[in-house]
């Protein structure tokens, strides 16, 4: 079972069009990370989130952590062929306090 | 520039064969971490080092043994490999535990 679960695990959107990714533990998060992945390569982070209620943005890129902290969520506004790829939330303290642990991850392709 | 070196890019071997993937960064980061990533699972911690010498398990050990005699390496050792060893293998480095992990490029691993 996975200590943190995605959804959706797959998306296709046409260029232009918002979406959003949802990651959710049944577990407290006390630090939540976005990663995103090219297809093969390496991963790159993109934002942490500590606190109940936070929310960052980097380019039209907007990540939330809610306010019971279980549950982050990924916002794309007017999607780009460049923000293809998988995009992955990992945590710690999920399960055994100093592991890390990702989730299974949402390939998104955004199609011209 | 700031990297994580990972070797080889692309491995076939055969059941058995002992082998090394090599993991070196320049960033002087104490924490370093072994993920190997198979589709559906995300990526799935296999080994941490926490500073020099000081190594634990993380969610899938099983099968794999790790090193941490200088800073910068962190090389992963399968003493004996198995076909369910066959994955894509990433190594990262951080300042502090968990923030912003920085990646290699991958190791491709095939396992006869």
């Known amino acids: 079972s996975q200590e943190l679960e995605q959804s959706p695990q797959s998306l296709i959107v046409q260029e232009g069009k918002n979406l959003t990714i949802n990651c959710t533990s049944s577990?407290?998060?006390?630090?939540l990370y976005w990663y995103k992945q090219k297809y093969g390569e390496g991963l790159i982070f993109l934002m942490m989130?500590?606190?109940?209620?936070e929310e960052k943005s980097h380019e039209k890129i907007t990540a939330k952590l809610d306010e019971k902290k279980q549950q982050s969520s990924l916002h794309i506004t007017a999607s780009q062929p460049s923000h293809a790829g998988i995009y992955l939330c990992?945590?710690?303290?999920?399960?055994?306090?100093?592991?890390?642990?990702f989730g299974s991850g949402t390939k998104l392709n955004v199609k011209p | 520039e700031a990297q994580v070196t990972q070797n080889p890019r692309y491995l076939i071997t055969v059941t058995g064969k002992k082998l090394t993937v090599t993991c070196s960064q320049n960033?002087?980061?104490?924490?370093m971490s072994w993920y190997r990533q198979d589709p559906g699972l995300g990526l799935r911690q296999i080994y941490y080092s926490m500073n020099v010498e000081v190594t634990d398990k993380g969610d899938v050990p099983e099968g794999y043994k790790v090193s941490r005699k200088e800073k910068r390496n962190f090389p992963l050792i399968l003493e004996s490999p198995s076909p369910n060893q066959t994955s894509l293998y990433f190594c990262a480095s951080s300042p502090v535990p968990w923030e912003t992990q920085y990646f290699g490029p991958g190791t491709r691993l095939l396992v006869l």
């Open positions: 577990k407290t998060l006390y630090g």
């Open positions: 960033m002087n980061h104490e924490y």
């Open positions: 989130l500590q606190k109940g209620g």
């Open positions: 990992g945590a710690d303290k999920v399960k055994d306090f100093n592991k890390f642990y």
